[in-house]
């Protein structure tokens, strides 16, 4: 019989990021018999990512099951489930068909608990398979995090690894609040560690590079390009840390200032367009908190300006490593007037 060695970790994983959510799935299921899951072809189908795989067999058609082709109407379903005491966990099949549901988010889910004083608040986790990366056609690659944010009542978070994945969306599941859980399509099938056991911090930032020249602050599919970029930048010596947002709605302010305050120079990158998206509020928050340390003004790195586009064009929309090089090169070389 083998011994495992003093202090090793036993219940650990290696499992893609689809297979960490559809785990995290069935133990909320398991755990809560009041929590549904519900969507387009996650019955049957497991979902076109295969997320909801096996569920449906496993706990039956009541508790996971298809709906139409109405996301106004899965959503509106969820904010009714929560008033009767169920949790749902609904899912939007492709981030840019939430926009028939926006009604649904913002006028009923994110105030209800307001609205009644507390008396009816929304469990609803909303997962929506976000952003770019895969070549799918228009409406199927968005970047809708700073358009969620900005809505009160709202939490938000976007999973950057399965261990993140797993315990995020357990989390989620089990809060008593409307999340808008945004799962990075593109890196569905990464695989990677997930300790079943040790979740760490759950809320706020998390530093997955350490660094002394910059902080590079992303979320989502982001954070793996953010650190290829750090691991080509210490070719030349260049030590940047990178910063994990994880939370993009409640943002975890004093993570944030603490890496900036000791790199003192920060990168933003992110999917969305540039104006009004996520990194203006990001780049406001380091300004108030790190304005007496910072070296250089905040840079971001983003979409441009124009619709998210589909197929082959998406290369040449998302950061790619050039250009958060050459952000890193800018805060870097700035000189004060």
């Not at 909801?52 to 009714?80: C, H, N, W, Y």
């Not at 691991?231 to 940047?240: H, P, Q, S, V």
């Not at 947002?245 to 933003?268: F, N, Q």
Request: glycine share 10%; net charge negative; hydrophobic share 40%.
């Amino acid at each position: 019989m083998e011994m495992e060695p003093a202090g090793a970790a036993v219940n650990v994983v290696e499992m893609s990021m689809q297979q960490a959510l559809n785990r995290a799935l069935m133990e909320t299921l398991e755990r809560d018999p009041k929590t549904l899951v519900f969507g387009e072809d996650v019955g049957r189908l497991g979902g076109v990512f295969r997320i909801t795989d096996g569920l449906q067999a496993k706990f039956g058609s009541d508790r996971v099951f298809d709906t139409p082709l109405a996301e106004s109407g899965i959503l509106g379903m969820s904010v009714g489930l929560a008033m009767a005491g169920w949790h749902s966990i609904p899912e939007v099949q492709f981030d840019g068909f939430a926009y028939p549901a926006i009604n649904q988010i913002v006028c009923q889910i994110g105030r209800m608990n307001y609205r009644s004083r507390g008396i009816m608040p929304m469990p609803i986790t909303l997962r929506v398979p976000s952003f770019g990366g895969i070549r799918a056609p228009e409406h199927h690659g968005e970047s809708l995090e700073a358009l969620f944010a900005h809505v009160p009542g709202l939490k938000v978070v976007s999973p950057s690894t399965p261990h993140e994945a797993y315990h995020q969306l357990k989390y989620a599941a089990s809060r008593p609040d409307p999340v808008i859980f945004m799962e990075p399509k593109s890196r569905y099938w990464q695989k990677g560690e997930v300790d079943l056991d040790n979740a760490g911090e759950r809320t706020g930032s998390a530093v997955v590079r350490e660094g002394k020249h910059a902080t590079l602050v992303a979320w989502g599919a982001m954070v793996s390009r953010c650190l290829q970029v750090a691991e080509l930048a210490a070719e030349d010596g260049i030590e940047l840390e990178v910063l994990d947002l994880r939370w993009l709605k409640p943002i975890d302010a004093e993570g944030l200032a603490a890496s900036v305050s000791k790199t003192r120079r920060a990168v933003v990158v992110h999917e969305a367009p540039r104006t009004s998206g996520l990194g203006a509020e990001v780049a406001a928050i380091i300004n108030e908190r790190c304005f007496r340390t910072l070296r250089a003004p905040v840079e971001r790195v983003t979409g441009f300006d124009v619709p998210y586009p589909s197929g082959d064009l998406e290369d040449e929309y998302i950061p790619n490593i050039d250009r958060i090089l050459f952000g890193i090169q800018r805060v870097l070389e700035y000189r004060r007037g």
